[in-house]
Nanobody, 116 residues
Framework: QVQLVESGGGLVQPGGSLRLSCAASGFTLDYYAIGWFRQAPGKEREGVSCISSSDGSTYYADSVKGRFTISRDNAKNVVFLQMNSLKPEDTGVYYC?????????WGEGTLVTVSL
């Protein structure tokens, strides 16, 4: 059974850093593109970053470019999202996502709160 589990969220002050993890079970992450999405209170879910399966190329939303870094550890079957210089507008629930054989897989999310 495919499962994605996020961790690493928490409360951090503006300017601080967090590293989120997305651990997979039931499939091998390095065969699939992995995306990070977030949903702020009262807003729609939005794409933050993704990493390809083929060449490791990455994508970032303009709002996080230069501050967030996505990476993968294939040996551990984990994808990371390093978040630096966090801003209050980065607050939300962060989800990892993948798609396998036309089926979408989402984790349950991890809450990131950026506040004084």
């Amino acid at each position: 059974q495919v499962q994605l589990v996020e961790s690493g969220g928490g409360l951090v002050q503006p300017g601080g850093s967090l590293r989120l993890s997305c651990a997979a079970s039931g499939f091998t992450l390095d065969y699939y593109a992995i995306g990070w999405f977030r949903q702020a209170p009262g807003k729609e879910r939005e794409g933050v970053s993704c990493i390809s399966s083929s060449d490791g190329s990455t994508y970032y939303a303009d709002s996080v470019k230069g501050r967030f870094t996505i990476s993968r550890d294939n040996a551990k079957n984990v994808v990371f999202l390093q978040m630096n210089s966090l801003k209050p507008e980065d607050t939300g629930v962060y989800y990892c996502y993948s798609r396998s054989y036309a089926v979408d897989y989402w984790g349950e999310g991890t809450l990131v709160t950026v506040s004084l």
